[in-house]
């Protein structure tokens, strides 16, 4: 089995995705979607629902997301785009997306029935998106650039929606691990991922803009 995920984890603070909190890192308590605000004319804008997103090159992809229950400020009026996601906030996103039910079964010795990525992991896992390294999952370790290439390749093959094998080239191809490489090549030749003046950065932590971003359009692209 190819690992797709260090073999050590590194304890950290987890940014909250999907419940209410005050907009600082903390422990996510939760796994609560609060409905969109609505401003005066009835419209969910980032006037009305994240002050931080407001001219912000994700806050269309981010509000939309919003609406549809996949993702959540962290209260407050905040959304804290720029803050970096982990595995398991990331694997609810897509749990969320492709409308899995949760399942509570312990597959990972650091994933717990109690914790609130339980369910979400445990649905991940059934339906093949994601792996770990067979043991251990990492929930709270921020997911990186390639990784999420990897789960989002693995969540439109299990709704049935192929992309293309188009070879990606990027300046940094050579920094792209093995085993997300044909994973990378699909997102961009499907324009769910781009890079950053033709480096795509593949071990960067992912941002909360940035995986809402590719989640956003591969929800596009589920729809046609």
């Excluded at 401003?39 to 002050?51: C, I, L, M, Q, Y």
């Excluded at 595995?87 to 492709?98: D, I, P, Q, S």
């Excluded at 990972?108 to 093949?128: H, I, L, N, R, T």
Aim: hydrophobic share 40%; glycine share 8%.
């Amino acid at each position: 089995m190819i690992a797709i995920f260090p073999s050590i984890a590194t304890p950290q603070a987890t940014p909250v995705i999907f419940c209410s909190a005050t907009p600082q890192l903390m422990k996510r308590s939760g796994n609560a979607l609060a409905n969109p605000s609505i401003s005066p004319d009835g419209k969910n804008t980032a006037e009305a629902k994240f002050s931080d997103l407001i001219g912000h090159w994700a806050d269309e992809a981010v509000l939309y997301l919003n609406e549809k229950g996949i993702v959540n400020g962290v209260g407050n009026g905040y959304f804290l785009p720029d803050e970096n996601v982990t595995r398991a906030e990331f694997a609810a996103m897509l749990v969320k997306l492709g409308k899995i039910d949760e399942k509570n079964v312990r597959i990972f010795s650091d994933v717990s029935e109690s914790d609130w990525f339980g369910g979400v992991v445990g649905a991940a896992y059934s339906a093949e998106i994601i792996k770990g390294d067979g043991t251990l999952f990492f929930p709270n370790r921020n997911i990186t650039r390639e990784d999420i290439c990897v789960m989002l390749e693995r969540l439109l093959n299990y709704l049935g929606t192929e992309t293309d094998a188009e070879q990606a080239v990027f300046g940094d191809n050579d920094e792209i691990s093995e085993y997300a490489r044909g994973a990378v090549s699909k997102m961009a030749a499907a324009g769910i991922t781009v890079g950053y003046e033709n480096m795509f950065r593949p071990k960067a932590s992912a941002t909360r803009a940035e995986a809402a971003m590719m989640v956003y359009r591969a929800y596009k692209l589920l729809k046609g």
